[in-house]
């Protein structure tokens, strides 16, 4: 009789600790998931247009940060040169990202966001967490 009962409350206290580490396994799995669902970052790519290519992932983003103050934080933590032309009332036009100038070779700084073509300025689009940008310095009409 009391060898059955150190043997279930062995079996109690290993079902207990095994319960708690599952349990607490899928609690921390939980928070990652959640983690990684809300976290606010984008990333950015840069297309050169002659095979050089460059990405910049897990951006930051927030509230309201258009892609214009996004651009500027990523060339300036990366010491490339970020040109553009301010137009009252319309908004900035990106003139030159790195050595590739707008108009060179008919080229031309244009911005896709999750594979679409962008509709708006880059100063009026406000980017979202999970946001992939696109830019190529490509032919107008791509």
């Known amino acids: 009789m009391f060898k059955r009962l150190i043997l279930l409350s ?8 095994g319960g708690v580490t599952v349990g607490s396994n899928i609690y921390i799995n939980r ?3 959640n983690q990684t669902v809300n976290a606010a970052t984008a990333s950015v790519m840069l297309d050169y247009g002659d095979g050089d290519v ?6 930051t983003v927030g509230g309201n940060e258009n892609l214009m103050q996004l651009m500027q934080d990523v060339t300036g933590d990366n010491h490339i040169t970020f ?3 301010d137009y009252s009332g319309l908004g900035a036009l990106i003139t030159q990202i790195g050595g590739k100038k707008n108009g060179d070779g008919s080229r031309y700084w244009q911005y896709w966001v ?5 509709a708006v300025g880059a100063s009026s689009y406000i980017v979202q967490p999970g946001d992939v940008i696109e830019w190529k310095f490509a032919p107008s009409k791509q």
């Open 10 to 17: 062995i079996v109690a206290v290993v079902a207990f600790v």
């Open 31 to 33: 928070g990652a998931v």
């Open 54 to 59: 460059a990405t910049y992932g897990d951006l």
């Open 83 to 85: 040109l553009y032309k």
């Open 114 to 118: 999750n594979n679409k073509m962008a």
